[in-house]
């Protein structure tokens, strides 16, 4: 089973900041939380991945509380093609370190 | 960089017969990739790991000789799908594993769409 939730679906409009959250409460000190997306019929996306601090790369930005029982994603400028699902998970990291896709977060963006 | 592929994107077949689908890392190495299928509005769901010059991993419920797989070489694994029936038809994707900034990260292929008929 998925070690994290996420709210089903949200929305937010073309140009402004997608904040996506994430809880995962039973984390361990050495999980990391690592961010994917999907876009309908295509292969899953890397996005962003931390272990404790906040990391940003092109595509994203991580925050993680202080306690890492959640996180949120952060489109800064989000397009349309930005519409996707994501998927928020925590896993070792490692070679053979498995990702457990729960439902993730259906993101719409609207023009 | 990080590219991973998969061919066929998409094959029909025949009830009974076998589907191979090669899953490729094109610029690193991957000692390690692993095979997820996905059913329509459904999550992903891992079937196995895959470990270069050995046997693969299979997840509970997943039958290891209905799905062959085969991680002959760095880059190539592929997975069969033996005596294919139509409850197999499915979204069937892969991953590498390639390590990135002293963590590993999972690259997915683009996915290859199984309709059996």
């Known amino acids: 089973d998925a070690k994290t939730t996420q709210p089903p679906s949200m929305d937010c409009a073309e140009g402004r900041a997608a904040n996506l959250p994430c809880n995962h409460s039973?984390?361990?000190?050495?999980?990391?939380v690592y961010w994917y997306r999907q876009i309908h019929s295509q292969g899953p996306q890397y996005i962003i991945h931390g272990l404790k601090n906040n990391e940003t790369n092109e595509m994203a930005s991580l925050i993680i509380t202080e306690d890492r029982k959640s996180s949120t994603l952060i489109l800064p400028h989000a397009t349309l093609r930005d519409t996707a699902v994501y998927y928020c998970?925590?896993?070792?990291?490692?070679?053979?370190?498995?990702?457990?896709f729960g439902k993730g977060i259906t993101l719409s963006v609207r023009p | 960089g990080a590219v991973v592929s998969q061919h066929p994107s998409w094959v029909i077949c025949k009830s009974g017969t076998s589907v191979k689908i090669e899953c490729r890392s094109l610029d690193f190495q991957a000692t390690t990739m692993f095979w997820y299928r996905q059913f329509p509005k459904q999550s992903l769901m891992l079937m196995a790991t895959s470990n270069e010059g050995s046997k693969a991993t299979y997840e509970q419920g997943v039958e290891k000789d209905k799905f062959l797989i085969n991680h002959a070489s760095l880059t190539l694994s592929t997975l069969t799908v033996t005596s294919a029936h139509p409850e197999d038809s499915s979204f069937y994707i892969c991953?590498?594993?390639?390590?990135?900034?002293?963590?590993?990260?999972?690259?997915f292929g683009p996915g290859t769409r199984l309709t059996v008929t």
């Open positions: 039973t984390i361990s000190g050495n999980e990391y």
């Open positions: 991953s590498a594993s390639g390590l990135a900034g002293g963590s590993y990260e999972q690259y």
């Open positions: 998970i925590v896993s070792l990291t490692g070679a053979n370190s498995k990702l457990t």
